[in-house]
């Protein structure tokens, strides 16, 4: 996904030799065009990826294009997964069109064309990923994402994709494998730039959906590449994020089941240890400001981390927890009361209950004094954006980290803002100046 300095350098030497306009022509016509190529940019949203342009290269260079002169169809498929019409293939809407260079960036002129299409979270032939069930558990895969762009009045045909951008998972290295007594995990990882002082560690736990051996799945298939932002950064100083990926499940048993708490899960120890070997390997981590959080399985894994060393994180931060309260004892409570700790969950969820996990958890945290614990308690999960019916519209009620991802969560379960020094905060400003 990385991208060559030589277009940049032919720039710069080209504008040095010749007038501006003969130079775009010059540098563009020597670009990386090829007859029907194209290239799609994918961006992350709260219901997960969706390709959102495709750039297609041109012969000629032009000023200008029109995106009723376009049409889009799409083929999506995966070996040995059988596929709804619907979801299969099937016409995209071009919202609009623009020259461009051949990485989707607005130019004056050029022979690349930037073609802007209609995202919606009800729209399957907008994601390049599919949440496939098979051997009795879900997985979010990467499928077979095909594109067929034509120029109508040309009839000139782009059908062979050249490459795909996805800027946000670009920040990440996606190479990280860990061992510990013969458990393998893959990890993403992303690393402040410039880091002079410690800085902190965030460390997100994907849900039930994401388990493999390729981490971007866990960072693109619900918005954790969302902490490596540069604004969700600036709360921090700057921080270091790591995305840990379990093979299977984070709540599996010795059985190959489910666990909910009643019994041991077979990865904690493994991921505690990969945890400890990262932060090992990166001195300029602030060992007393590691925050550990994550949605559903990951929330599960999480407290269980919190249960387990409540004296190593310095707060969690957990969506729509899995683990049952009923499997939690006095004694933990005790043990972790002093942890801060902010739950987000929606009333709607029926895959995590909220009566059977968060609400009684919390409110013996809150009978057993503990100072520093927050719960925010939606009652949907709504678009935030306000593009799809804003509040109107209702996301699955197990989608609740996507108030911890976009940094909406503000409140308190009696409703009241959360505050620090009479100010009130969001999720990650209150994370932000936790320490251990």
């Given at each position: 996904?990385?991208?060559?300095?030589?277009?940049?350098?032919?720039?710069?030497?080209?504008?040095?030799?010749?007038?501006?306009?003969?130079?775009?022509?010059?540098?563009?016509?020597?670009?990386?065009?090829?007859?029907?190529?194209?290239?799609?940019?994918?961006?992350?949203?709260?219901?997960?990826?969706?390709?959102?342009?495709?750039?297609?290269?041109?012969?000629?260079?032009?000023?200008?294009?029109?995106?009723?002169?376009?049409?889009?169809?799409?083929?999506?498929?995966?070996?040995?997964?059988?596929?709804?019409?619907?979801?299969?293939?099937?016409?995209?809407?071009?919202?609009?069109?623009?020259?461009?260079?051949?990485?989707?960036?607005?130019?004056?002129?050029?022979?690349?064309?930037?073609?802007?299409?209609?995202?919606?979270?009800?729209?399957?032939?907008?994601?390049?990923?599919?949440?496939?069930?098979?051997?009795?558990?879900?997985?979010?895969?990467?499928?077979?994402?095909?594109?067929?762009?034509?120029?109508?009045?040309?009839?000139?045909?782009?059908?062979?994709?050249?490459?795909?951008?996805?800027?946000?998972?670009?920040?990440?290295?996606?190479?990280?494998?860990?061992?510990?007594?013969?458990?393998?995990?893959?990890?993403?990882?992303?690393?402040?730039?410039?880091?002079?002082?410690?800085?902190?560690?965030?460390?997100?736990?994907?849900?039930?959906?994401?388990?493999?051996?390729?981490?971007?799945?866990?960072?693109?298939?619900?918005?954790?590449?969302?902490?490596?932002?540069?604004?969700?950064?600036s709360y921090f100083g700057g921080a270091y994020v790591l995305v840990p990926q379990t093979p299977t499940f984070w709540m599996q048993s010795v059985s190959g089941d489910y666990t909910r708490g009643d019994t041991e899960d077979i990865y904690n120890k493994a991921l505690f240890n990969l945890i400890e070997n990262?932060?090992?390997?990166?001195?300029?981590?602030?060992?007393?400001?590691?925050?550990?959080?994550?949605?559903?399985?990951?929330?599960?894994?999480?407290?269980?981390?919190?249960?387990?060393?409540?004296?190593?994180?310095?707060?969690?931060?957990?969506?729509?927890?899995?683990?049952?309260?009923?499997?939690?004892?006095?004694?933990?409570?005790?043990?972790?009361?002093?942890?801060?700790?902010?739950?987000?969950?929606?009333?709607?969820?029926?895959?995590?209950?909220?009566?059977?996990?968060?609400?009684?958890?919390?409110?013996?945290?809150?009978?057993?004094?503990?100072?520093?614990?927050?719960?925010?308690?939606?009652?949907?999960?709504?678009?935030?954006?306000?593009?799809?019916?804003?509040?109107?519209?209702?996301?699955?009620?197990?989608?609740?980290?996507?108030?911890?991802?976009?940094?909406?969560?503000?409140?308190?379960?009696?409703?009241?803002?959360?505050?620090?020094?009479?100010?009130?905060?969001?999720?990650?400003?209150?994370?932000?100046?936790?320490?251990?």
């Amino acid at each position: 996904m990385k991208k060559s300095l030589l277009p940049i350098l032919l720039i710069l030497f080209t504008l040095q030799q010749l007038p501006i306009k003969a130079a775009v022509a010059k540098v563009y016509q020597e670009s990386s065009y090829t007859e029907g190529n194209y290239t799609i940019i994918i961006e992350g949203y709260d219901w997960g990826p969706a390709v959102k342009k495709v750039v297609v290269s041109i012969k000629d260079v032009v000023t200008e294009a029109n995106a009723s002169d376009f049409s889009v169809a799409v083929k999506r498929t995966k070996e040995g997964v059988e596929m709804q019409p619907a979801e299969s293939q099937g016409d995209r809407e071009v919202l609009f069109a623009y020259v461009s260079d051949e990485e989707g960036n607005r130019i004056a002129e050029g022979n690349h064309i930037s073609l802007v299409l209609l995202v919606h979270p009800n729209n399957p032939l907008d994601s390049p990923i599919k949440y496939i069930f098979k051997n009795g558990r879900g997985s979010n895969q990467w499928i077979d994402y095909r594109m067929n762009i034509t120029h109508t009045p040309t009839s000139k045909i782009w059908d062979t994709e050249a490459e795909r951008i996805y800027s946000d998972l670009d920040r990440f290295d996606l190479e990280g494998t860990y061992t510990s007594d013969g458990t393998a995990l893959s990890y993403g990882s992303f690393e402040p730039e410039g880091a002079s002082t410690k800085m902190p560690l965030i460390i997100w736990l994907h849900g039930g959906g994401e388990g493999g051996t390729d981490p971007s799945i866990a960072l693109i298939a619900n918005k954790a590449t969302n902490y490596a932002t540069p604004e969700i950064q600036s709360y921090f100083g700057g921080a270091y994020v790591l995305v840990p990926q379990t093979p299977t499940f984070w709540m599996q048993s010795v059985s190959g089941d489910y666990t909910r708490g009643d019994t041991e899960d077979i990865y904690n120890k493994a991921l505690f240890n990969l945890i400890e070997n990262y932060v090992t390997k990166h001195p300029k981590i602030d060992t007393d400001r590691i925050y550990v959080g994550g949605c559903s399985n990951g929330g599960y894994m999480s407290l269980k981390l919190i249960l387990n060393h409540p004296e190593y994180f310095a707060a969690g931060y957990i969506s729509a927890l899995a683990y049952q309260n009923e499997y939690i004892t006095d004694e933990e409570i005790e043990r972790i009361k002093n942890v801060p700790l902010w739950f987000v969950h929606s009333k709607d969820d029926t895959t995590t209950v909220p009566d059977e996990t968060v609400v009684p958890l919390y409110n013996r945290l809150i009978s057993a004094g503990a100072p520093r614990v927050h719960f925010s308690f939606y009652d949907h999960v709504v678009d935030l954006t306000g593009f799809y019916g804003g509040k109107d519209y209702y996301f699955p009620g197990h989608w609740s980290w996507i108030y911890s991802h976009a940094n909406n969560a503000n409140f308190d379960f009696n409703r009241e803002p959360v505050q620090i020094n009479g100010k009130g905060v969001t999720i990650m400003e209150w994370l932000a100046v936790q320490k251990r």
